[in-house]
């Protein structure tokens, strides 16, 4: 089945390269369509959103990232790209909890995104902690290793 989403705003900010590590202290404008202005109106309530956004430079390949070790790193298990939040996946879409710094007009000022500038949103979300935050979550030893040093 094919699915078509339109863009909603895009991220400005001063990282052009996709980046393995130190996302926490970026801080990232995402400029909304100026028709989806008033759509903001009670977001700066908030202390955090998330952000749905499409990875338009992630190149997915089946033979190459299917099953890989995350971030290409040797100290890291083999996995599946769906056990893994890669950017070169199937469906490239990037989802991110971040700190909303402000809401002025229709841009966004927001702390911890990682995304590149110019990267397009499909969404954004309040962060609601009684439904986004789970707290017996579960996860393999190896994603405190991997995530250590990325925000």
Known sequence: MK?????IGTVRNNVANQKDISWG?????IIIDEQLEKGLVGLSDFSHIIVVYYLDKANFSLDKHLVRKPQGRE????????????????NPIGITSVELLSVSGNVITVKGLDAIDNTPILDI????PMYDCKDNAIVPEWVSRLMAHYF
């Open 125 to 128: 979300k309040p962060y609601y």
């Open 25 to 29: 202290n970026d801080v990232s404008e």
């Open 3 to 7: 699915i078509e989403l339109n863009s």
């Open 75 to 90: 100290d890291m298990p083999m996995v599946g790209i769906l056990s893994q939040r890669a950017k070169d996946r199937p």
